[in-house]
């Protein structure tokens, strides 16, 4: 199985940058895609980003895309998501997570990911 810690989060202004990480151990080579959820008080959890882990490539949702940008290394066994221009709707408790490769559900789908991070809060005041 996967171990995922996330790691980076805290209190930010409006328009500032923050870049969140996730430190990966365990059967990474069984993993396909590598995201990235958040969950804002009141409300259900939501995806943000994915990354397959080996290729490389990323996929965004559209309230943050042209503002986060995801990234892996693999050396390292470390994910990260850098979020730029900060507003309050990104406030929330962020959490990476991994699937197990084979599934018939999409990889902006929370259902899709097996093993999951504790989470890590991000407050962004305005």
């Known amino acids: 199985q996967v171990q995922l810690v996330e790691s980076g989060g805290g209190l930010v202004q409006a328009g500032d940058s923050l870049t969140l990480s996730c430190a990966v151990s365990?059967?990474?080579?069984?993993?396909?895609?590598m995201g990235w959820f958040r969950q804002a008080p009141g409300k259900e959890r939501e995806f943000v980003a994915a990354i397959r882990w080996s290729a490389g490539r990323s996929e965004y949702a559209d309230s943050v895309k042209g503002r986060f940008t995801i990234s892996r290394d693999n050396a390292k066994n470390m994910m990260y998501l850098q979020m730029n221009s900060l507003n309050s709707e990104d406030t929330g408790v962020y959490y990476c997570?991994?699937?197990?490769?084979?599934?018939?559900?999409?990889?902006?789908?929370?259902?899709?990911?097996?093993?999951w991070g504790q989470g890590t809060q991000v407050t962004v005041s305005s």
């Open positions: 365990g059967r990474t080579f069984n993993s396909y895609f």
């Open positions: 997570a991994a699937d197990r490769g084979v599934s018939t559900s999409y990889y902006y789908q929370e259902r899709r990911y097996i093993d």
